[in-house]
């Protein structure tokens, strides 16, 4: 159950990381990150995400903002399970949960 936890965890923190880079690449070039090789590898990174967040939002939700949803939705994601990891590690015990 720690290591399912754990690995929730982890692929949220970096998909997490990755989207904050992208948007903050947006904001350095202007708008116009399209020939940056660094971002073509944070999309790539979390392009798998922001299809699914884009396939489940309702029609009313821009394209332009899925990045957001996907962001929103992983920091949810991300919070469950470092609670989870604390519930069960409270009810495992501190040995247990190293």
């Known amino acids: 159950m720690l290591t399912s936890l754990l690995i929730v965890k982890l692929v949220c923190e970096i998909a997490l990381c990755s989207l904050l880079g992208r948007g903050a690449l947006v904001l350095l070039t202007a708008g116009q990150p399209q020939g940056n090789p660094v971002y073509g590898l944070f999309r790539t990174l979390t ?3 922001v299809a699914v967040v884009g396939w489940c939002t309702p029609r009313f939700v821009l394209p332009r903002h899925h990045a957001l949803a996907t962001f929103l939705l992983l ?4 919070l469950a399970a470092t ?3 604390i519930q069960w590690c409270l009810q495992a015990g501190m040995v247990a949960c190293r």
């Open 47 to 49: 392009q798998p995400f």
């Open 75 to 78: 920091s949810v994601v991300w």
């Open 83 to 85: 609670l989870g990891k």
